[in-house]
């Protein structure tokens, strides 16, 4: 679970170190196995080998992945490759439908450059057999598009992303239920680009093609309200995040009964709101009901269950609460460790986010540590120039400020502000947190003429995209 920054007002030196949170939304950006209607494979046998058990080992792909199986997932998907390029080599789309399964595992374990590769040679297979305005070319679009979303190549995923929406509006028209997800797509680029308004409007089509297509309580719905959630809450607009979290847990509920997933997403997805709101008490027993939940229908050792141990564990660390904190931080990066690997963004979020405990309780030598592998961990993995490199930066540079080592926080953090306006622009709430974060060490060493600039800057961004009024 990624942190988000909890303020933007001067801090004393002693401080609690920002801590940078993104809330759970279930289902933007899905990433799509298997082959839609159209471009479905001829049934029979090849060589002996049926289209059927293939389609079969494919769900069971699906379904390895949900369980958070990456490797067992991997082996199976790489004997479906093997299989579409022996036995089924005379059907096409069956080599189409293997990478893109193997791209999504690859996705899953942050391997990007092994994934991309795979997505665009089943673009051009299924280009090439179905035609550029099939409805299965959007599906491979928008997991392409999935693939540049989760590396911040914002500008590669928005046109991929237009493509698969004019595609389902071809072939489907404007109020077809396929539509609303494809429109949640697009918000969601727009919202991580702070382009607030534009998500809106998408959002809030894609409700009411929810709506019209399946009333007012539907799993559907609920997906499309969480996803307004995200996008008010990043606004810090909390009674309107409230209500339609509140709306979505209630239709899961009704429709899922009280033990199930998607619910358990939910809860958290509140729980966070009220930490935002520093309304821890209300916030805990929410998290603890998601951690159940999801130990009871997953197993102990799926990511999810290391999200709500996160979620839990931040609370603590807001509350000053190190030593409940600490050990839930801990449990949570060895779930994360065994079922993705030692590299892994998850892993350096977590290696973060124990580094933020470590730091508030002046053990720095150790905090310094894992602040620096999970640094390494982005950089291999996403580049110098992710968001979430920055985000680590920012933590080891505050890391460096408590123990009043200016000189080294400085550059750091003039690196977090320099990636924040590569990935985003100059004017988004991330940049105006490193100018906050950066006009504060200026403070600190008394160079207010340095400061005074960057805090009016940072106000002025904020004012611009969240209005006069607005309590950042």
Not at 276 to 299: M, N, T, V
Request: proline share 4%; net charge positive; hydrophobic share 40%.
């Amino acid at each position: 679970m990624k942190p988000r920054s909890r303020g933007s007002r001067t801090r004393s030196r002693s401080r609690v170190m920002n801590v940078r949170w993104r809330l759970v939304v279930s289902v933007v950006l899905p990433l799509i196995c298997g082959l839609a209607s159209a471009g479905t494979l001829t049934p029979g046998v090849a060589n002996g080998q049926t289209i059927e058990e293939f389609e079969r080992l494919d769900a069971q792909c699906s379904e390895l992945i949900d369980a958070g199986r990456y490797a067992d997932a991997e082996h199976l998907a790489e004997r479906l490759l093997r299989w579409a390029k022996g036995p089924l080599a005379n059907e096409p789309l069956a080599l189409s439908w293997a990478c893109n399964s193997l791209a999504i595992v690859y996705q899953n374990q942050a391997r990007y450059a092994d994934a991309e590769p795979l997505y665009k040679l089943a673009l051009k297979i299924d280009r090439k057999r179905l035609g550029h305005e099939n409805p299965r070319v959007a599906t491979i679009l928008n997991n392409l598009a999935k693939l540049y979303s989760d590396q911040a190549r914002y500008a590669e995923a928005e046109p991929l992303l237009k493509q698969a929406l004019e595609i389902l509006r071809k072939a489907l028209g404007d109020e077809h239920p396929d539509m609303a997800a494809s429109l949640n797509n697009l918000a969601a680029v727009y919202q991580a680009q702070a382009r607030y308004s534009e998500a809106e409007r998408f959002s809030k089509q894609a409700l009411g093609i929810c709506r019209k297509a399946h009333g007012d309580e539907h799993p559907d719905v609920a997906m499309c309200l969480n996803n307004l959630t995200k996008l008010y809450w990043d606004q810090a607009r909390y009674a309107e995040a409230e209500r339609f979290c509140k709306q979505a847990l209630e239709i899961l509920r009704k429709l899922l009964g009280d033990e199930h997933p998607d619910v358990a997403t939910s809860l958290t997805n509140l729980a966070i709101l009220y930490v935002d709101q520093a309304r821890y008490a209300e916030a805990e027993p929410l998290f603890k009901q998601a951690l159940e939940i999801r130990r009871k229908l997953l197993g102990d050792e799926h990511p999810d269950v290391a999200d709500s141990l996160h979620g839990l564990a931040t609370s603590y660390l807001y509350q000053s609460r190190y030593m409940e904190a600490q050990p839930l931080f801990e449990k949570a990066l060895k779930i994360l460790r065994k079922a993705r690997g030692d590299e892994h963004p998850a892993v350096a979020r977590s290696l973060h986010n124990l580094a933020l405990v470590h730091a508030c309780q002046d053990r720095c030598g150790v905090a310094e540590t894992l602040f620096k592998r999970a640094l390494a961990i982005n950089r291999k993995l996403l580049g110098d120039e992710h968001p979430d490199v920055a985000t680590i930066l920012n933590g080891l540079a505050g890391s460096y400020r408590r123990q009043r080592r200016h000189a080294e926080a400085e550059p750091l953090y003039q690196q977090a502000l320099e990636i924040s306006r590569k990935a985003f622009g100059d004017e988004h709430p991330r940049v105006a947190d490193s100018l906050n974060d950066l006009a504060n060490v200026y403070e600190d060493q008394s160079r207010s003429a340095e400061a005074e600039p960057l805090y009016k800057r940072a106000l002025e961004i904020r004012r611009k995209l969240l209005g006069a009024e607005h309590p950042r």
